[in-house]
């Protein structure tokens, strides 16, 4: 089962994500805020993070700056995603894998997570 770590400090969008990648049978835990992100990631060990880019004071990218920039965590596919579609130029610059305008339709978040899901490397530290 594919891990999917979800990070938005919209707590309603949070939730309905989390239930939604649930039923298609995911395995998904939910953050509201990037206190523990890398706590978590050590832990969880998620195939995929969908990043929110605005997080109250603290930047989406950075995190995914960070997290690219560790030998530990730089195969995790990390999808950012923002209501300002504006943030999407130049994702990659910040080592990010995908990036999808919310709100999102439902059914087109799953092939990004699936599409990268596909692009996953076969090596690495992460146990399937």
Known sequence: MFRILIVDDDVDLL????????????????????DEI????????????LLDVKLGDQDGRDICLELKGNPETNFIKVILYSAFPETSVEYSKYGADDFVVKPYEFNHLVERILHNLDRLPLTGNLKL
Do not use: A, M, N, T
């Open 15 to 34: 939730f309905l994500g989390s239930s939604l990648l649930k039923q298609r049978g995911f395995d998904v835990f939910s953050l509201s805020s990037v």
């Open 38 to 49: 890398f706590e978590i990631v050590q832990s969880f060990k998620p195939h995929v993070i």
